[in-house]
T-cell receptor
Framework: KQEVTQIPAALSVPEGENLVLNCSFT??????LQWFRQDPGKGLTSLLL?????REQTSGRLNASLDKSSGRSTLYIAASQPGDSATYLC??????????FGTGTRLKVLA | DTAVSQTPKYLVTQMGNDKSIKCEQN?????MYWYKQDSKKFLKIMFS?????LIINETVPNRFSPKSPDKAHLNLHINSLELGDSAVYFC????WGKGEKGTDTQYFGPGTRLTVL
């Protein structure tokens, strides 16, 4: 059974710092891994999707990597800004039509 | 242009009542989902539908009955509501297609906050 965990659960950093969020999954047989952002009281917004055959994806200041063999993905945020404050969730796709979400990391970027 | 919409946004009701949440997507996707996010913000899949066909039912009590009248709509009906049903329910959609590996991301609705008193 696929389990997805995220470390740390919460993170507070000063503006401008580069930071790394971690996502671990127990079963390496995944189709893809996605990173989402959730603002308070809102739905989820997709940030990056990495196919199982890919190693990383980049979008602006965000870079996500995937290491299936070790069951890990990281989300790197460069030059963090207060607007990056949100909860970040990763989701692994262990089978068709199924997404298993991680426990989330609550990020606060201080001005 | 709203991609995935849900109604209502808030729902407050008494234990034992029956309620419905509606979801619509205008993205032309063939797959829709219902998720439950509990008070600890843990998001768990409940159902997946592909082309109006139920594909995934994650051991959800049969008080929960999803219905997909067409590919653009997936409604969730809940009978005999219990206190533990209080949560935020999210609808999502993606373009998966039968037999294909997932290549497209999911798009989420804004959520429906259900409170059972």
């Amino acid at each position: 059974k696929q389990e997805v965990t995220q470390i740390p659960a919460a993170l507070s950093v000063p503006e401008g710092e580069n930071l790394v969020l971690n996502c671990s999954f127990t079963d390496s047989a995944i189709y893809n891994l996605q990173w989402f952002r959730q603002d308070p009281g809102k739905g989820l917004t997709s940030l990056l999707l990495i196919q199982s055959s890919q190693r990383e994806q980049t979008s602006g200041r965000l870079n996500a990597s995937l290491d299936k063999s070790s069951g890990r993905s990281t989300l790197y945020i460069a030059a963090s800004q207060p607007g990056d404050s949100a909860t970040y969730l990763c989701a692994a796709t262990p089978g068709t039509y199924k997404y298993i979400f991680g426990t989330g990391t609550r990020l606060k970027v201080l001005a | 242009d709203t991609a995935v919409s849900q109604t209502p946004k808030y729902l407050v009701t008494q234990m034992g009542n029956d309620k419905s949440i509606k979801c619509e997507q205008n993205l032309g996707h063939d797959t829709m989902y219902w998720y439950k996010q509990d008070s600890k913000k843990f998001l768990k899949i409940m159902f997946s539908y592909n082309n109006k066909e139920l594909i995934i039912n994650e051991t959800v009590p049969n008080r929960f009955s999803p219905k997909s009248p067409d590919k653009a709509h997936l409604n969730l009906h809940i009978n005999s509501l219990e206190l533990g049903d209080s949560a935020v329910y999210f609808c999502a959609s993606s373009s998966w297609g039968k037999g294909e590996k997932g290549t497209d991301t999911q798009y989420f609705g804004p959520g429906t906050r259900l409170t059972v008193l």
